[in-house]
């Protein structure tokens, strides 16, 4: 709201860009369902800048080098400017962000067929002698960089002119071509397989090399905010943002820990990026910010510190009701819930309450901790099991793992894990062996997030068909490609439009703090 005016809301406004229409629309229809008076507002931008930030940090000198591209770098206009003046001075208004699509509009997806070609020639080669190892290396390098290097992200340009990223790319597109020996006598082979490599590379290059564009998205949505606070003079602002990706700070939501990473301190980089953040929504006008599942204390701490709401759905409920309908029998004893590393206990623990709330003392709910070494950054070590908890119904009761009838209740059992999203799933697959190997049980996945980096998919399809993961369920936070949605492992939770209409209609009625039936909400105090 700007100039400090409080008009009476009359009804509820969402505005949004051409890309976030699809969300809006499916948000507006349950919103108009429950009796609602709710109107939309298309906006569109202009002059937008080619020199936005990076999305990651340089805060080697403890210094952001994001600036403020919003203002000067771009301007909306609205389609029905007459529409737009009417409504907005008097409404309840909520900016939303679209659902991401990593997929959509991506440069890989118009030069992969020549890239693909001039790798597999490469490799023919290299196989039959013609050319060395090194070769092959710096080839690679050269074809990445000169087809693709304008579209990396300043952070990895740094990265790559430092030859940190050369030895990566090469890795990574050889363990890619691994199984590609030729022309096989048997031409559907040769497709199949070449599809499968062609599929596997594209992959790689979109979600490892060419980051998500936060800033940009960011950058856009601050312009909007910007001129509907400022020009439009509207009734109250707030902010609709599905997935929060640009909380994260370390490739972690919500980590916040002492420790050093590449000379880095973790801690330090994450309350620079949520200080940046919190400031521009707080600069923006934007009364309340409604996501799903960031759940970092610090950030939530900073938004509210600068009279911005918070408010963070979480999909607990909706999970423990698809774990009771799909997984869990009348006759089950025990029901597990995992926290393969120490960062995942607290999470655990609350799931396991609401797991027992819906059980009503009908099966005995314990809580396996696990520890967890890395070999280097992002690579996992060991795991092994670390303490057996039993909750009560009011605290948690350790119990002796190493005594044979707590061994027994681990035998033979699907485990259940509870993330905030599933990234590289390097921690699941390291969890889901030790599990399989030592109690010959399997893992079940439950996040709100499905980010799959490289190389997620290719992990989580190896232990589904080696047993050890029994499946992923994720919400329709971000798009998936509709090649992943085929995979038997992975189901996706129509959970996002609902919920957050859900949230919008309690924001407009002053009732978020209460908990609405189906998930709940975090706010800070």
Not at 112 to 125: A, C, G, P, T
Not at 340 to 360: I, L, N, T
Not at 371 to 385: A, F, L, M
Not at 472 to 499: C, G, M, R
């Amino acid at each position: 709201m700007s100039g400090g005016k409080s008009p009476k809301l009359e009804r509820i406004v969402l505005v949004s860009t051409q890309s976030g229409i699809p969300l809006r629309e499916r948000i507006a229809e349950q919103l108009k369902a429950s009796g609602a008076s709710v109107e939309g507002v298309d906006v569109e931008l202009k002059e937008t800048r080619s020199d936005l930030p990076p999305t990651e940090l340089d805060i080697e000198s403890q210094e952001t080098e994001m600036l403020d591209y919003a203002d000067s770098g771009m301007n909306i206009i609205t389609v029905d400017e007459d529409h737009a003046r009417r409504v907005l001075p008097t409404g309840d208004v909520y900016l939303i962000a679209p659902i991401q699509d990593p997929f959509a509009k991506n440069p890989v997806i118009h030069i992969l067929d020549d890239v693909f070609e001039e790798f597999k020639d490469l490799f023919m080669k290299w196989r039959q002698g013609k050319i060395d190892t090194p070769v092959l290396e710096d080839n690679i390098n050269e074809i990445i960089m000169r087809d693709l290097g304008d579209f990396l992200t300043s952070h990895s340009k740094r990265q790559y002119r430092k030859g940190e990223l050369k030895g990566s790319f090469y890795k990574n597109v050889k363990q890619i071509f691994g199984p590609y020996t030729g022309n096989y006598s048997n031409p559907l082979r040769t497709r199949d397989m070449e599809h499968n490599i062609r599929r596997s590379l594209g992959y790689y290059l979109i979600t490892k090399i060419f980051r998500r564009d936060t800033n940009k998205q960011l950058a856009e949505f601050f312009a909007i905010a910007h001129e509907l606070s400022t020009v439009y003079n509207v009734g109250r602002l707030n902010a609709v943002w599905p997935f929060p990706e640009g909380g994260r700070s370390d490739g972690k939501s919500g980590v916040i820990r002492e420790e050093k990473r590449d000379g880095i301190n973790v801690r330090l980089k994450e309350k620079i990026l949520s200080d940046y953040y919190a400031d521009k929504f707080a600069s923006r006008d934007i009364a309340n910010l409604l996501t799903i599942r960031s759940h970092s204390s610090l950030e939530i701490g900073l938004f509210n510190k600068r009279g911005v709401g918070f408010y963070d759905i979480v999909a607990d409920h909706a999970f423990v009701d698809h774990l009771y309908t799909s997984h869990i029998h009348e006759d089950r004893n025990e029901i597990v819930i995992l926290a393969p590393d120490k960062g995942s206990v607290p999470q655990a623990m609350e799931f396991a309450k609401e797991v027992y709330a819906r059980a009503g003392g009908k099966h005995e709910v314990l809580v396996l901790t696990m520890d967890k070494s890395r070999e280097r950054p992002n690579v996992v070590g060991n795991i092994v099991p670390k303490q057996l908890f039993k909750y009560n119904g009011s605290e948690f009761v350790e119990l002796n793992l190493e005594n044979p009838d707590n061994i027994d209740k681990l035998m033979y059992q699907e485990f259940f894990v509870r993330e905030d999203m599933v990234d590289t799933a390097g921690t699941v697959q390291a969890a889901s062996r030790t599990l399989s190997g030592m109690y010959r049980s399997t893992l079940s996945i439950f996040a709100e997030h499905g980010m799959f980096s490289y190389p997620s998919i290719k992990r989580l399809r190896d232990e589904y068909h080696d047993h050890t993961i029994s499946g992923v369920h994720i919400i329709d936070s971000i798009t998936q490609p509709q090649n992943y949605l085929k995979e038997p492992w992975l189901e996706v939770t129509p959970f996002s439009a609902p919920q957050l209409a859900l949230g919008i209609e309690r924001l407009f009625k002053k009732e978020l703090t209460k908990l609405p039936t189906g998930h709940q909400y975090h706010k800070a105090a």
